[in-house]
């Protein structure tokens, strides 16, 4: 039984799929496998896999309807054989050393992260800039403004998680928008376990997409039975709104508003944020946080 199984989820990607699935077996931990989980009828990807000569590589299908990469994670997690699942995202890159570092502090009941470089037009940038030290609720130090003009605080992508098997069998990543952190937020809140970071930059994360907010309201009206009301409104003041673009910008500006203060407890902070965001053109954000020093990092750091 090998002892760490990745996971990656995909759908007609199939050469980012192929770079993801050899990062993986360029592990310095050899004892795993990879199950490469197909959202829904992807032949390109599955005759894709056929390049790639190594007997710890299978594959399953959903044969449901596409409906996103938490059902396929699910699929690929229930086939899983290893005490540990680790969840690659088919776009996404480990450095060699990854499963080798975060196997190192792990255990039963610890969900084990890592820093991550995130790959961007404006240039990459390491994140979380503070990894979780439990000090404070894991909603509020991942949502919550730390500072008036700093973002970049945390972070919680699935790429880097490295998951104990039996934490899958009670919670999954079913079907819900911000599917990663709800499985953490409820493992940690609700089933005691711990968010441990190794402070190395392990995964290569290539950022980008644009998603419908709709969705993210539904998700967050959802959580306020385990986020504190604190939480709930960063999330709708800082979270959901970035990015926004088209012609429901506003609309959703003013919904995400409203939801703040009807289900949470805005702060200062996260108010000026949300000012912010919707007044100050991307760019311009861009160059604020630059001259706080969260500028691109240099290749190799």
Request: hydrophobic fraction near 45%; glycine fraction near 8%; proline fraction near 7%.
């Amino acid at each position: 039984m090998p002892r760490i199984s990745v996971v990656i989820a995909t759908y007609k990607r199939p050469e980012k799929l192929l770079r993801a699935v050899r990062t993986a077996l360029a592990q310095t931990v050899t004892d795993l496998e990879v199950i490469v989980a197909v959202e829904s009828n992807d032949p390109e990807s599955v005759d894709a896999l056929k390049a790639i000569a190594d007997p710890r590589v299978i594959h399953v299908v959903n044969p449901a309807a596409k409906d996103g990469p938490g059902p396929a994670r699910d699929l690929g997690a229930r086939s899983a054989t290893g005490d540990y699942i680790a969840f690659l995202d088919d776009d996404d890159e480990w450095v060699p050393y990854k499963l080798e570092r975060q196997l190192a502090v792990a255990g039963p009941d610890i969900i084990v992260t890592a820093l991550s470089r995130v790959v961007t037009d404006e240039g990459d940038f390491i994140r979380p800039g503070r990894p979780y030290d439990g000090a404070k609720p894991i909603d509020e130090w991942l949502f919550d403004r730390h500072s008036w003009l700093r973002g970049g605080d945390s972070m919680l992508q699935t790429s880097s998680l490295l998951i104990p098997a039996p934490l899958m069998r009670t919670l999954g990543f079913g079907n819900a928008r911000h599917e990663e952190w709800e499985l953490v937020i409820r493992a940690v809140k609700q089933h005691g376990y711990r968010l441990v970071t190794v402070h190395e930059p392990l995964v290569i994360y290539y950022a980008g997409g644009l998603y419908p907010w709709r969705p993210s309201l539904g998700w967050v009206e959802g959580m306020r039975d385990v986020m504190t009301p604190r939480a709930l409104a960063a999330f709708c003041l800082s979270n959901a709104t970035q990015g926004l673009v088209g012609p429901e910008r506003n609309l959703a500006f003013r919904t995400f508003f409203r939801t703040a203060f009807r289900i949470g407890k805005p702060t200062a902070k996260q108010l000026f944020a949300f000012a912010m965001i919707w007044g100050v053109s991307h760019s311009l954000r861009w160059r604020l946080r630059a001259m706080l020093g969260q500028g691109a990092a240099k290749p190799g750091t």
